[in-house]
């Protein structure tokens, strides 16, 4: 029943999986995150941090792989949030 659930979008419909994705992809940006202000400032190794990276990357495409598409609407409601800088950290910009 779990797998079904999962696969149908659940009681609430495809909303469900939108969210729980959406919580996934926060997760690894997370994940995203300490790596690069964390772990590799306290001197990983190099093949550490290849291997690390690698792996962060294999999560998001296996993430981009299962996400349900998003309504066209919703599409361009995210769009219009993520050009305007609402997703943005201060602390993910390049440095001058």
Do not use: W
């Amino acid at each position: 029943m779990r797998g079904h659930i999962a696969e149908t979008g659940g009681h609430d419909g495809p909303k469900y999986a939108h969210k729980a994705v959406a919580g996934q992809y926060q997760s690894l940006r997370n994940q995203a995150r300490i790596f690069r202000e964390i772990e590799l400032l306290d001197g990983m190794e190099p093949e550490k941090a290849k291997t690390r990276l690698f792996a962060i990357a294999e999560a998001r495409d296996e993430l981009n792989q299962r996400a349900p598409a998003p309504a066209r609407g919703d599409y361009e409601l995210a769009k219009q949030d993520i050009d305007g800088g609402r997703a943005r950290y201060r602390r993910d910009e390049a440095k001058p």
